[in-house]
C-alpha cells in the first residue's frame, strides 16, 4: 500500500482564490511528522508547512494551512488567494517515527497551475 | 546562510559509464539525503548520511553508492549507469540548525544518460 496519496494530477485554480490539495497516509507508527513541499519549474524543493501528528492545532504558514484530520488520515494544504508564483508541483510527504531524522516518503505530487 | 548546494548543475554520460554528484549542506547540519526523481515519478529516497555514517538506503541496487566526508558534505556515486538512471538528483539535509523537522534541498543535478 502506498504510504503517501495524493490523487490529484492536476489542479486549476483563479487568482487570489482558495484552493485545497489533497493528501492522504498510511502509518502504524503513532509517531509521525507530516510535510508539504513545493517544486517550481527550476526543480529545486521548497518546504512549505508541517505538522506533526501530536499536534493539536492545524499548522499554518501565512497563506498555507494544513488541514489535518488524523482520524481520515489526511493532510490537505491549503492555499489562501492563490497567487501566479503558486504555479509548480506540490508533494506531501510523511516521516515516521519520533526522531526528526528519518527519511521522507513522498507523494507523486499534484502540479497545480494559477491563471490570471 | 548559505543554503544546500550540489554540483553539477547538468551531467551528461553515456551508458556504462560512472556518474559522481556532490553535496554541501547547510552550514551545521550532519544530515545529508538524497532523492531520485525521475520524470512523471516521485521523488524516491536513495541514501541517507549521518555523521559519516550510512544510516539508510532506498530500493536501489548496489551501483548507487556514496560518502559523507568529516565536513558533512556528501558525494553519490553511481556505477554502471543505465538509461533509466535519467532524473534529477536531489539533496537535501537537516539538523539542529534548522530545526529537527525539516529536509531543506538543494538544487538538484540533472543527469542524462545516453
Same mark, same amino acid.
Given at each position: 500500500?502506498?504510504?503517501?496519496?495524493?490523487?490529484?494530477?492536476?489542479?486549476?485554480?483563479?487568482?487570489?482564490?482558495?484552493?485545497?490539495?489533497?493528501?492522504?497516509?498510511?502509518?502504524?507508527? =503513532?509517531?509521525?511528522?507530516?510535510?508539504?513541499? $513545493?517544486? =517550481?519549474?527550476?526543480?529545486?524543493?521548497?518546504?512549505?508547512?508541517?505538522?506533526?501528528?501530536?499536534?493539536?492545532?492545524?499548522?499554518?504558514?501565512?497563506?498555507?494551512?494544513?488541514?489535518?484530520? $488524523? !482520524?481520515?488520515?489526511? !493532510?490537505?494544504?491549503?492555499?489562501?488567494?492563490?497567487?501566479?508564483?503558486?504555479? !509548480?508541483?506540490?508533494?506531501?510527504?510523511?516521516?515516521?517515527?519520533?526522531?526528526?531524522?528519518?527519511?521522507?516518503?513522498?507523494?507523486?505530487?499534484?502540479?497545480?497551475?494559477?491563471?490570471? | 546562510?548559505?543554503?544546500?548546494?550540489?554540483?553539477?548543475?547538468? *551531467?551528461?554520460?553515456?551508458?556504462?559509464?560512472?556518474?559522481?554528484?556532490?553535496?554541501?549542506?547547510?552550514?551545521?547540519?550532519?544530515?545529508?539525503? /538524497?532523492?531520485?526523481?525521475?520524470?512523471?515519478?516521485?521523488?524516491?529516497?536513495?541514501? /541517507?548520511?549521518?555523521?559519516?555514517?550510512?544510516?539508510?538506503?532506498?530500493?536501489?541496487?548496489?551501483?548507487?553508492?556514496?560518502?559523507?566526508?568529516?565536513?558533512?558534505?556528501?558525494?553519490?556515486?553511481?556505477?554502471? *549507469?543505465?538509461?533509466?538512471?535519467?532524473? *534529477?538528483?536531489?539533496?537535501?539535509?537537516?539538523?539542529?540548525?534548522?530545526?529537527?523537522?525539516?529536509?531543506?534541498?538543494?538544487?538538484?543535478?540533472?543527469?542524462?544518460?545516453?
Amino acid at each position: 500500500a502506498q504510504k503517501i496519496t495524493q490523487t490529484q494530477p492536476g489542479m486549476f485554480v483563479q487568482e487570489k482564490e482558495a484552493v485545497t490539495l489533497d493528501c492522504t497516509y498510511d502509518t502504524s507508527d =503513532p509517531s509521525y511528522g507530516l510535510f508539504w513541499y $513545493k517544486q =517550481p519549474s527550476s526543480g529545486e524543493m521548497i518546504f512549505l508547512i508541517y505538522q506533526g501528528s501530536y499536534d493539536q492545532q492545524n499548522a499554518t504558514e501565512g497563506r498555507y494551512s494544513l488541514n489535518f484530520q $488524523k !482520524a481520515r488520515k489526511s !493532510a490537505n494544504l491549503v492555499i489562501s488567494a492563490s497567487q501566479l508564483g503558486d504555479s !509548480a508541483m506540490y508533494f506531501c510527504a510523511m516521516r515516521e517515527g519520533a526522531s526528526g531524522y528519518s527519511t521522507l516518503t513522498f507523494g507523486k505530487g499534484t502540479m497545480l497551475l494559477v491563471s490570471p | 546562510e548559505a543554503g544546500v548546494t550540489q554540483s553539477p548543475t547538468h *551531467l551528461i554520460k553515456t551508458r556504462g559509464q560512472q556518474a559522481t554528484l556532490r553535496c554541501s549542506p547547510i552550514s551545521g547540519h550532519t544530515s545529508v539525503y /538524497w532523492y531520485q526523481q525521475a520524470l512523471g515519478l516521485g521523488l524516491q529516497f536513495l541514501l /541517507w548520511y549521518d555523521e559519516g555514517e550510512e544510516r539508510n538506503r532506498g530500493n536501489f541496487p548496489p551501483r548507487f553508492s556514496g560518502r559523507q566526508f568529516p565536513n558533512y558534505s556528501s558525494e553519490l556515486n553511481v556505477n554502471a *549507469l543505465e538509461l533509466e538512471d535519467s532524473a *534529477l538528483y536531489l539533496c537535501a539535509s537537516s539538523g539542529l540548525a534548522g530545526g529537527p523537522y525539516e529536509q531543506y534541498f538543494g538544487p538538484g543535478t540533472r543527469l542524462t544518460v545516453t
